[in-house]
């Protein structure tokens, strides 16, 4: 069994609920940031937009406060169109939330709203992007059918536009291409990022940190019963 690694002060919601499980007074609260990102994309660059939840609060009265990626989103076929992210952010955020209530952590239910942004999109949905998330594919692995999920690993750098600058970041992302029924449809996970200007600080952390949320996911792969490729970033 994964031995968990708990960071003082948290950096993710994992660290938050082992710390709330270990009897810790956790505050949370968390705001929402939608900023566009200049991806390169096998040579191509492209505009997308990130959605994050920034966590703040304090554990035994010691502030902490990260960042955590929950969807991507843009107007064409390398990613879900906007209206599909806002929908995917949210289901994962939500279950972020059950996670923190479980073990005993009071968090209000915000939830991402994006209807002034939404107005400047196209609301018609990729065809090969579903609303589905990889929780949803786990459950329907655990009804018995056969599901196979080809996974590719990437590093995306990115110039993230803040109100008043702009920060080259790297971003740790995981497309998994799901089977399932005669059709692929694409789920895509932001799974950690640093700065490029701090990557000796941050970079092999962030890694770390990437690595260890797709190995839980590919722990859950696993009790499925799910055929899938098990990469990790080098």
């Not at 018609?124 to 690993?153: C, H, P, Q, W």
């Not at 110039?159 to 600058?165: D, H, L, R």
């Amino acid at each position: 069994m994964e031995q968990h690694i708990i960071h003082k002060p948290p950096i993710s919601v994992t660290d938050l609920a082992l710390l709330g499980k270990e009897g810790a007074q956790i505050t949370v609260d968390n705001s929402f940031e939608i900023n566009e990102v200049d991806l390169a994309h096998e040579e191509h660059p492209f505009k997308a937009f990130l959605f994050f939840s920034r966590f703040s609060g304090s554990v035994d009265d010691e502030e902490y406060e990260f960042r955590k990626c929950y969807s991507r989103g843009c107007t064409h076929n390398l990613c879900p169109h906007v209206s599909q992210a806002v929908m995917i952010a949210n289901r994962y955020l939500q279950r972020d939330y059950r996670t923190l209530e479980e073990a005993g952590i009071e968090v209000e239910g915000k939830l991402f709203t994006l209807e002034s942004m939404l107005a400047k999109f196209e609301e018609k949905r990729d065809e090969f992007v579903s609303t589905l998330i990889l929780e949803d594919y786990i459950n329907i692995a655990k009804g018995g059918d056969d599901i196979s999920i080809d996974i590719s690993l990437e590093y995306l750098p990115a110039v993230e536009n803040f109100a008043n600058y702009k920060e080259k970041r790297v971003f740790f992302a995981a497309n998994f291409n799901v089977t399932h029924l005669g059709e692929t449809h694409i789920c895509q996970r932001c799974l950690a990022c640093y700065a490029m200007d701090n990557e000796t600080e941050e970079g092999q952390t962030a890694k770390e940190l990437a690595n260890r949320r797709v190995t839980s996911i590919y722990a859950e792969f696993d009790k499925a019963n799910i055929k899938y490729n098990k990469v990790f970033f080098e």
